[in-house]
């Protein structure tokens, strides 16, 4: 795999005793050794020019009646793999709804997809509060069984994938977008924009 092919390669791993390692370096040589090794048993994540998979929902869709990529197509549409739990997630959500709130009306639609860490992210009524609390009102399935996780090829949360209106990725950015964490922001903003001015 080509690591120019990715926006970036920020990933957020747990490291000994839970610590969340945020170097950049850090991430980088964790990107490299997963992908010059081969310990993810698979590439690193699906790639920009890649078709995008279909959403194989493991539980609910809440904010929509179930969706399928297909019905997407003619829409810019930024796929997110989250969990509420994952702090990086949630801190990643300002950015997203900010996104959501300038370019929706342009054609930006946001598909989250929940694939949980822990039992306890499961249940349909917690990941619910976690909407209604965080005020996110973009289509979100529960991917409880991880399918639409594998079909993605993801490492980490959130993971974003930004689709263009042929339904083929164009950019993939891994970890936080925020303003902890705002180095990916610009570049996924103008390609967003760049996507949305495609016709």
């Not at 279909?54 to 796929?79: T, Y």
């Not at 303003?179 to 967003?192: M, N």
Request: proline share 6%.
């Amino acid at each position: 795999m080509n690591l120019t092919n990715l926006s970036s390669t920020k990933l957020n791993r747990d490291g000994p005793n839970g610590a969340r390692p945020n170097g950049l370096g850090v991430r980088v040589l964790t990107a490299l050794a997963l992908c010059g090794t081969g310990l993810t048993g698979r590439t690193l994540a699906l790639t920009a020019g890649d078709r995008a998979p279909d959403f194989v929902a493991g539980g609910q869709w809440l904010n929509s009646a179930p969706l399928h990529v297909s019905q997407l197509r003619g829409k810019v549409v930024i796929v997110n793999l989250w969990v509420y739990s994952c702090i990086n997630c949630h801190l990643s959500l300002p950015t997203l709804q900010n996104w959501y709130g300038r370019y929706r009306s342009a054609g930006l639609e946001i598909v989250g997809v929940h694939t949980p860490e822990f039992a306890s992210d499961r249940p349909l009524a917690s990941v619910a509060a976690a909407l209604r609390a965080d005020r996110v009102d973009w289509p979100v399935m529960q991917d409880n069984d991880n399918a639409t996780w594998n079909a993605y090829q993801s490492q980490g949360w959130p993971s974003f994938y930004l689709i263009d209106r042929r339904g083929v990725i164009r950019a993939v950015h891994v970890g936080e977008i925020s303003s902890r964490f705002p180095e990916a922001i610009p570049g996924l903003e103008a390609t967003i924009k760049k996507l949305l001015a495609e016709k």
